[in-house]
């Protein structure tokens, strides 16, 4: 099975797709380029599948646009069944949808070092991998890929609407920190430059990744 195909089992949402397919494509331009061993095969299937889960925590009636043309109704229906198989844990159902699929330890490694809160972590980490796909996600927007900054302040606004902790400024800091630090530490090992990596340069790249067949190694 191709990741298309895997995306239609599970019924993936186009938009959710498409950031998913976005976000390896960004992995395979850095590791293109990048003067480091790094394992591509298992860091692209990480980011094929890295937010499987996230019908879960969509709410369905923010974004009309994105659930054309089959509607609300039918994606409440594939959200309810989502609930119902994996329960409510957007994160947890992703990670039993790639063990369903069959990859590796590493890939599912890789899948849990995605996202803001992991920065940290990722950061200090010896793993480079664990920083590409974590700076991967965080270059990619709804729109497409944009700087990590612009991403950043996205990001920003929509923690705000979330978390209600007193202290969640000083942390959405430290995390932000520790990205830009991050993309210092790759760039340190890549031919590139952050700004050389834009919507148009991946466009290739998702139209390969579309037949990719790795899922299952
Ligand atoms: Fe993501």
């Not at 299937?45 to 109704?73: S, V």
Request: aromatic share 8%; net charge negative; with cysteine.
């Amino acid at each position: 099975m191709n990741i298309i195909q895997i995306y239609q089992k599970y019924q993936i949402m186009p938009s959710l797709q498409l950031h998913m397919l976005r976000v390896a494509a960004v992995v395979k331009i850095i590791s293109d380029n990048i003067n480091q061993p790094t394992d591509t095969s298992s860091m692209i299937t990480a980011c094929l599948l890295h937010d499987m889960g996230n019908i879960l925590k969509f709410d369905l009636q923010l974004f009309p646009e994105f659930l054309a043309p089959q509607g609300q109704a039918y994606w409440q229906m594939v959200k309810d069944e989502f609930l119902q198989k994996y329960g409510s844990d957007e994160h947890q159902a992703t990670i039993t949808i790639a063990h369903e699929l069959g990859v590796n330890q590493r890939v599912i490694e890789l899948i849990e070092a995605v996202g803001f809160t992991h920065a940290k972590d990722n950061f200090l980490s010896e793993d480079l991998a664990k920083k590409i796909v974590i700076y991967a996600d965080m270059r990619v927007h709804p729109k497409g890929v944009v700087s990590l900054e612009a991403r950043l302040q996205d990001g920003h606004r929509r923690f705000q609407l979330q978390k209600s902790k007193e202290e969640r400024e000083d942390y959405f800091q430290e995390m932000a920190g520790y990205l830009k630090k991050i993309e210092q530490q790759i760039f340190e090992h890549c031919r590139l430059k952050p700004e050389d990596i834009t919507d148009k340069k991946i466009l290739v790249f998702i139209d390969e990744l579309r037949s990719f067949n790795k899922a299952r190694d």
